[in-house]
């Protein structure tokens, strides 16, 4: 028996420096996956629900059977395989189309065959052309040859910044290797001054000092909320020139673990979220708020197999259950989803961050965000609400 191992890597960098139906889809499992994520991380993650879909997305078109409706279930995937290429090809395009002064975005999909590894034309032809994706064939039995070479395909058809996303032993006993490689570049569109930046207290959810953190300070107009519906405040802090990208920060309430939050958004959407800023906007203008915000550094190494257990994704990984039929003849599963992210936060901008502990008082002075206990960040393309990066953030470092 061989086995299909699926290797994923996101990689986010911060340097110093549509409206689409389909969109629904790929951003509604986010905040389920970053859920079940951060309990295999001890609640310290960040993830790319982007580069997760589109890799998952891949595997699907492949899969037949309860294997399939599986995938289809979890990443609210359309059963039509047309429409779901077309939703994928639109959503994407959007997302990944950027203009916005500031900001870098790329995101490649790669796939990687042992040479004695034989795949359908058919599905060959679709990770290609509908997919988008770099199809090459290696000698695994040479693993650390097919490592180097794969390694210097990423670096050429990537951003190029990206550098030894696979490992040798990633080759060792696979047959077939798929990869997304997502990097965002972000500069704030206000950013923060260094010399405001200071050495502060960290606290947990009961508010007992756990650490420190570089805070970062400023006072400028943001979109700002108290939303009662999800017990927790949220700050949006954009990127660039335009409006397009922005980072959505999620502050629970005094007393208010990070858990409740999440079971609130069973009724809550992100597009809720916006739309509560734009409300409030409406009512109260957009006004100065002070906002505090950690320097932070977070990588990410999981494997998503127990995540997307969780999420009713089983069969792909058991060798007498999958069901690949449209990608082979031979008897495959995937071995593991590996998924590997890092995050940087700094006074200039960011791939993802977030934190959050809000005071607020009346709005004729400005609103305080302090972001010194345990928060939500998801940095988001704002006209389709689609998740880029995710996570928690609630153990503090001196960064």
């Known amino acids: 028996m061989y086995r299909l191992s699926i290797g994923v890597l996101f990689v986010i960098i911060t340097t110093c420096f549509c409206d689409v139906d389909f969109s629904d889809r790929a951003r509604n499992f986010s905040i389920e996956l970053i859920h079940f ?59 990944l189309t950027s ?38 064939v290696f000698d695994f039995d040479n693993p650390n040859a097919a490592a180097k070479k794969a390694n210097s395909y990423i670096k050429k058809f990537g951003s190029g910044v990206v550098a030894n996303v696979l490992k040798s032993e990633d080759f060792a006993e696979s047959r077939m290797l798929i990869t997304n490689v997502i990097s965002f570049k972000g500069l704030w569109s206000s950013p923060f001054n260094k010399s405001e930046t200071r050495r502060q207290p960290f606290y947990n959810e009961d508010m007992e000092k756990i650490g420190e953190v570089n805070m970062m300070y400023q006072v400028a107009p943001f979109p700002f909320s108290n939303y009662a519906d999800i017990k ?44 509560k800023l734009v409300d409030d906007i409406d009512i109260w203008d957009l006004s100065d708020v002070e906002v505090q915000l950690p320097r932070f550094k977070i990588s990410t190494n999981v ?55 809000a005071s607020i008082q009346d709005r004729t002075l400005p609103p305080k965000f302090t972001a010194n206990r345990p928060f939500l960040y998801f940095i988001i393309e704002r006209t389709t609400t689609t998740v880029i990066f995710g996570g928690v953030y609630s153990q503090p470092t001196v960064y």
Do not use: C
């Open 232 to 275: 927790a405040y949220i700050l949006e802090l954009p990127y660039g020139n335009d409006n397009k990208y922005s980072m959505l920060v999620i502050l629970p309430h005094i007393h208010v673990k990070l858990a409740d939050v999440y079971q609130n958004f069973a009724k809550v959407t992100l597009k809720d979220l916006q739309q």
């Open 99 to 136: 203009r916005t002064k500031g900001v870098s975005l790329t995101s490649k999909n790669y796939v990687f065959l042992d040479n004695d590894f034989m795949v359908y034309p058919q599905f060959r032809h679709i990770v290609q052309e509908d997919f988008g994706a770099i199809v090459k």
């Open 37 to 95: 994520t951060q309990l295999e991380t001890n609640g310290h993650v960040v993830i790319s629900p982007l580069g997760i879909w589109t890799l998952m997305t891949g595997v699907a078109l492949g899969a037949t059977r309860d294997s399939y409706k599986q995938l289809i279930r979890a990443f609210i995937l359309p059963r039509n395989k047309d429409e779901l290429i077309e939703g994928y090809k639109k959503l994407t395009n959007t997302v």
């Open 303 to 357: 494997v998503l197999n127990k995540p997307l257990n969780n999420m009713g994704v089983f069969d792909i990984f058991e060798p007498d259950l999958a069901s690949f039929e449209k990608v082979t003849s031979e008897d495959i599963f995937v071995s593991a989803v590996i998924h590997k992210a890092d995050i940087d936060v700094t006074e200039s901008g960011t791939v993802a961050s977030g934190s959050t502990i």
